[in-house]
């Protein structure tokens, strides 16, 4: 009840949730209650969260930030939907999000754009920027997001929190809306790493649904944090031996100097807790963006095709014809920017381009990957700004070039199916929230989350 009061007191200013969903939300608690009044209750039997509304919710909608979608109701939970339901946490709603998560300031969003709620003339970051404008208000402790190319960990450093975007494969893709299959995976926002492993856990798991979903054992990331915290609770450099590797590539132009100063402030924080810097090199960045967006938008072609108007999603008035149908359906149903990307995806796609630019793509994704492995030999856990600036002004008119330059940092570690978080490091001049990306080897979220913690 206390936050759906303050959804309902405050978020007319944020807009950070398309549905609130208040009497189930009580119904999922009095359940709670009972079962912990039974002592039958787990760890967050009764604690609330949010869920972005790329994720399929039963009998409540679930629009991906589209037109296209805004009257659409699924049918089935997403299996983390159903995982979160299992452990008793209680859904309040589902939040905004660029159009199909496509984007990285929330303001493609059908519903409106997010405000992020350290300073409302200025986005929340994005794709799951509601998720992280209603944690960072206070709306709900934590919150799901999807990262397909930054998406958790760029929207948690614009809005001051702690976001992780687990190892490709970790989590469950069945119910979550496809941007592109190969990149996207969810995880999970909280004010701290500890509270973003709680979630985790949850969300983590094999998943016969879902053929990318990894069949591997997974750590109990909360009781690794709490074993890691018990052996340095007489150390006072707690992560003696840690190698870090510091990206030059990640540090050169285009990053605004306050969120460097920032960054390098929070390395010497970490040096002091007895972590060493090393120097390790990457795939320079703007071939990183390069090769991303020629493969996300190829996928996203491929995986948007099903919005025909005929099966599910909007649908035109009176087509003339089959084409007609199709035609308007989808220039009426899709925002300006999704239908960029589709235009961008079907030219890679086509006969004549397809060896030129997609399959050049994938070649280099695997350089890219090759080049994070071999940063790996000396390092065991690279530190980079999550992005090149604090949260910008709404409205502030990027072109999409610019916009897709904020994600210089983040996209490369989905190239590579990495898992990554972002941490809260400082504010800059502005008292906006900066964020520091670590990044580990595939399947070591409890290094990452473990780093976090002691730094918080
Ligand atoms: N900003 C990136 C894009 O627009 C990443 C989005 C995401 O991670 N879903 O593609």
Known sequence: QHFLNRIAQHDKAINSFITVTPEQALAQAAAADKLLAEGKGADLTGVPLA????????????????????????PYNATIVENCQNVGLVMLGKTSMDEFAMGSDNESSYFGAVHNPWDSSRVPGGSSGGSAAAVAAGFAPFATGSDTGGSIRQPASFCGLTGIKPT??????????????????????GKTAEDCAYLLNVLSGHDSK???????????????????????????????????????????????????????????QYQALGASLVDVNLTKPEITL????????????????????????????????????????????????????????TYALSAGYFDAYYVKA??????????????????????????????????????????????VYTIGVNLAGLPSLSHSVGFDSDNLPVGLQLIAKAWDEETLLQTADAYQ
């Open 168 to 189: 490709y494969g970790r989590v469950s893709r069945y119910g979550m809306v496809a941007y592109a299959s190969s990149f996207d995976q969810a995880g999970s926002f």
């Open 51 to 74: 869920h972005k509304d790329i994720f399929c919710t039963q009998g409540v909608l679930t629009t991906c930030g589209s037109k296209m979608l805004e009257n659409f109701v699924a």
């Open 210 to 268: 879902d053929s990318t979903s990894a069949n591997k054992d997974v750590p109990d990331f909360v009781a690794s944090l709490t074993s890691k915290r018990q052996t340095n609770a007489s150390h006072d450099k707690p992560l003696q031996g840690l190698r870090i590797g510091i990206p030059t590539e990640y540090f050169a132009d285009g990053l605004n100097s306050e969120v460097k100063a920032s960054v390098e402030a929070a390395l010497k």
């Open 290 to 345: 390069a090769t991303y967006y020629l493969l996300a938008p190829a996928e996203a072609s491929s995986n948007l095709s099903r919005y025909d108007g005929v099966r599910y999603g909007y649908r035109c008035d009176s087509p003339k014809n089959l084409e007609d149908l199709y035609t308007r359906s989808r220039s009426e149903g899709f925002g300006a920017e999704v239908q960029r990307r589709i235009l961008m995806g």
């Open 362 to 407: 994938q070649k280099v994704r695997r350089l890219i990957s090759q080049d994070f492995a071999k940063a790996f030999e000396s390092c065991d856990v690279i530190a980079t700004p999550t992005a090149p600036t604090t949260a910008y002004k709404i409205g502030a008119s990027l072109s999409p070039a610019e916009i897709y330059m904020g994600d």
